[in-house]
């Protein structure tokens, strides 16, 4: 993958953990979603077909990924915030439906993510979640 795609993908998570927080506190209808980020924002140089992807996929995915997430988990979910449960979903997506992206991109870019948005230190237990996840959803690749 050249420098752009990576930049793009990384641009098009960003985008997609908005719109995930924004579906997650207003369940906000998933074309609206789509319309709002991809026409409204006109973002330049993202994958929107990676972003449509992303957010088509866990929005639809949501019960399943909960399910793979939970024997991880030290605290139900209603007590993670929306930001790291969004990431946790973005992650726990693209370890479970997206193999040709390597896992440890995957746990990088959610801490990148986390770094960025979240609270202060929790990247280090979005970090520990996903590291358990992709011990046993990635077992072959690690």
Not at 50 to 69: C, D, K, M, S, W
Request: glycine share 2%; charged share 25%.
């Amino acid at each position: 993958m050249n420098s752009i795609s990576k930049y793009s993908r990384h641009r098009a998570r960003k985008l997609v953990l908005q719109a995930l927080y924004q579906w997650q506190l207003a369940n906000t209808d998933l074309t609206e979603l789509n319309d709002q980020y991809i026409i409204e924002m006109n973002p330049k140089k993202v994958d929107i077909e990676y972003f449509r992807i992303l957010v088509h996929g866990i929005t639809q995915e949501a019960p399943a990924l909960n399910q793979l997430l939970t024997p991880h988990l030290d605290r139900a979910f209603d007590q993670i915030g929306p930001i790291e449960l969004a990431i946790l979903r973005i992650g726990t997506y693209e370890l479970s439906y997206r193999p040709e992206v390597p896992y440890r991109v995957v746990i990088n870019e959610a801490i990148e993510l986390c770094k960025t948005y979240g609270p202060e230190q929790s990247h280090k237990y979005i970090n520990s979640i996903l590291d358990k996840l992709a011990r046993d959803i990635r077992k072959m690749e690690m």
